[in-house]
């Protein structure tokens, strides 16, 4: 228990350091007028505790009309004072409440940009960066829902100061009281909020896949699949598993919560019969007066409230911390991927893969073994293999998307780990199979803000869409995809392969590589990109992953990648040559077509 509740403090502590210290920077008026709000709701019960019975023993007593109308004046001036300052203030706060949750996902969503991309593709990871979106949001409130119960715990410390000596002065046996029901009570939501904790669990993983189904439901990319496959009934009978699922744990929580809530109101009632009892059976002992008896039943109402709201602070805070902690893990991701420091020098690199052998991380299957390949600057090579022969994973390793398990890779002659992360990415201009447009314009999507009107132009020119850009009223600045505009465009399949090809060159990257990009264009599309390609490329290093085997015919060499090695190695002519080759059977296979 004792551990538990170190691991709670520890998690209380972490959440609200790194929450505060971010967003103190950054909104350092929030933290001011809560720690305002907070003193002037400290000050508002005190008002009708201190004048009430005034007014009340006037009333029994004096009964001067002067007197009566002043306490009252007070009373109703002080609160209206008090409900104006706190209404503002509340209208101001609330302005921060959107604006910090907007801060927080974009810092979620830069730390998720700049993961080392092997995390990427980690489940653990996915259901990580889950658990740290909802925990910041849904579940906590985020810094405004921890800071809310912050604030909150210290407003009730006053007000709890303020109250106990109120009642100490007067009738201190119903402190006992008040502190047995407030501690019975603090077992009760104690009980309903580990319940609640538990169901969080069980729903971030089917809240992943429901969200899943769901955006793929509404996402267009996905109509022509789920139309002509009839996908739409298994996904929705997923979506509805997934649902059915959480509600499920939804109704689960419900019930196991209600028997806590109907002791806690139980609790409340004996409560307050005992403090009705106790300050009556003063009051005809002669103790105190009528107005100390209403006094003393509002204090106790109010410490009550108080004290409640302090353990509910407490548990609240420990449990929004405990769902704001995974943000704090998830920014706490450690680097997988170790990163040197060593500048890459200009210009052409030498490339040397010496005895790879590559498993995915999780897994056994060495998808790579016995790797031995040198690319010279400038040489163009074609890599070549049946699907999952490994030929994406060795660009992968290429890029540092992974490390080796075994062996290393160089560039001029040095280990790739050495060298500045940044600066070695830089070096390489990608076309991955599963390349991805954003829903920015043409322009946007090839130079990403970069500068060179000309060169945006040449590029479209030389990737053959420089007649369908010409075509749009508002040429490269047109959108793409329709999330943003009505006019915004679809492009084709083999439109957004060029596109991405155009965005590889325009990086001027000393090397290059199309990951069978040009899957989606025809034959002849497919040749002449490669043809020009080649002009374009020209003395940078090349790499070509392409299933059509008349482009590797443009390459200086050719790897054939098989059973997680290189097979064959040499020139086109070279391994055409070799009888039963896998090469040369490829070839044959794929020319009858073109006969
Ligand atoms: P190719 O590009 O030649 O088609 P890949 O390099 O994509 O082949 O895949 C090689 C093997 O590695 C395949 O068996 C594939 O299933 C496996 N693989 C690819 N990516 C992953 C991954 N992220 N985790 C585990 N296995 C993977």
Redesign the pocket.
Known sequence: MEKKNEKSLKKICAVVRVLFSTAARRYPWFFVLEAVQMLVQAAQPFLGIFITPLLVDELCGRRDIRTLAGYVAVLIVGEMMLNLLYERLSTVLQMYQQRLEDYFTMQTGLHSMGLDF?MT?DKKVLDQLEKAQTGMSWYSGGAYGVAEQVFGFFRNILKMSGLVTVIAMHAPMLLVVILAYVALNALSVSARNKVELEAYGRLAQSNRLFGYFGWQLVDFRFGKDIRLYDARRMLVGRWQQYTRKSSDTWKWQAQKTYPYNLFSGGMALLRSLATYFYAGLLVIRGAFSIGIFTQMISTAGELDNTLNGLVWNVLNLAKRCNYAYEYVLFMEYPEVIPKGDVPVAAGEHRIEFRNVAFA????D?K??DGVNITVEPGEHLS?V????????????LLCRLYDPTEGEILMDGRNIKEYDYKEYMAQFAPVF?DFRLFGFSIGENITFGGEGQEALERLLKLVELDDMVGKLEKGADTRIFKMFEEDGIEPSGGEQQKLAIARALYKKAPVIIL??PTAALDPIAEYEIYRQFHTLVGEKTAFY?SHRLSSCRFCDRIAV?SG?KIAEYGSHDELVQIPDGIYAGMFEAQAQYYR
Do not use: H, R, S, W
């Not at 995915?360 to 897994?363: A, I």
């Not at 049946?386 to 994973?393: D, E, F, M, R, S």
């Open positions: 092997q593709e995915y991380p999780g897994t299957k998808v790579l890599v293999g049946l699907n999952g022969a490994g030929k994406t994973t060795f660009i992968k199979q990951d069978e992953i990648f997680g």
